[in-house]
């Protein structure tokens, strides 16, 4: 549980990191950094609506058990994927403009004396991670609370240390290769997800008499030794579950939603992708 938080909450905090340090490029570039602070302002204040909703969320989910607690796992899970296809979508339509619309955004703020714009910009950006790197983890954290929280201490000092590199290193960013990357990285993620959703949503519909026929069925079952390391319960294992949706014995409405997904999702993927280039490029 550690590495699985660790690696969500990375993700999640770089990419937010990344957009503030955008943001505070741009503000140094133009003179105006004066105006950071409005940025340090929105970022603060989505950091804090973010902690608050994962308090009410893990308050709430704590209290459920049984179907409750299985439908709750698979809707959470599904708002999940929603969110990362959500942002798979939007980084493959702005990969090649996103920087540029970014600092238009930016100098309409700043020329027209609202500041405040500054602060919003940050604190949507940051608000939209916030939030799903809470959707992400809150079914682990009940499953391993302080493994889960060290996991997120160390990923929010790793991209601490990583967004302090990138701001101070001699090159610059390829922004297209980032959401390229990073686009690759959710659809895995996000077809976990949705296999994880049907999953539960399959559980639901069997704790409350609902009969999904095939569907509801189990595929197979792989026998794996308990001790071993690809046990859903064993070191591999259960990060591959958490990251990937990994299961030894899938449901066949399970298969079907996962690589329905991939079909689609990746598909689409594939072609907003091409050509374009990957290559990190030096500042004028």
């Not at 937010?16 to 503000?27: K, W």
């Not at 990285?185 to 399959?202: C, Q």
Request: aromatic residues 14%; without cysteine.
């Amino acid at each position: 549980m550690p590495i699985a938080s660790f690696i969500i909450t990375f993700r999640e905090a770089l990419e937010a990191a990344l957009i503030v340090g955008i943001v505070a490029a741009y503000l140094k570039k133009v003179g105006h950094s004066e105006a950071t602070r409005y940025l340090y302002l929105g970022t603060g204040g989505a950091v804090g609506l973010s902690v608050a909703f994962a308090l009410i969320l893990q308050a709430f989910y704590g209290g459920l058990a049984g179907a409750y607690e299985s439908l709750f796992e698979g809707l959470t899970a599904l708002a999940a994927t929603g969110f990362l296809t959500y942002m798979i979508f939007w980084m493959a339509k702005n990969a090649r403009k996103y920087k540029g619309e970014l600092e238009r955004k930016l100098e309409l703020a700043l020329t027209s004396g609202q500041l405040l714009g500054v602060a919003a910009i940050a604190f949507i950006a940051v608000f939209r991670e916030g939030i799903e790197t809470v959707l992400f983890l809150t079914a682990i954290f009940f499953i391993d609370p302080s493994g889960t929280a060290l996991g997120i201490l160390f990923g929010i000092g790793a991209v601490t240390v990583v967004a302090i590199a990138i701001m101070k290193t001699s090159y610059r960013l390829n922004l297209q290769s980032f959401f390229k990357y990073a686009s690759m990285v959710l659809v895995v993620f996000a077809a976990g997800l949705v296999s994880f959703a049907a999953h539960e949503l399959a559980e639901t519909a069997d704790a409350l008499g609902i009969n999904l026929g095939i569907l509801g069925q189990q595929a197979f079952n792989v026998n794996v030794a308990p001790t071993s390391m690809f046990n859903e319960e064993g070191t591999l294992g259960s990060l591959m579950s958490t990251l990937l949706g990994y299961t030894l014995s899938p449901e066949w409405i399970r298969l079907a939603v996962y690589f329905g997904y991939w079909l689609l999702i990746g598909g689409y993927l594939l072609l907003s992708y091409r050509g374009i280039s990957t290559r990190v490029v030096r500042p004028a």
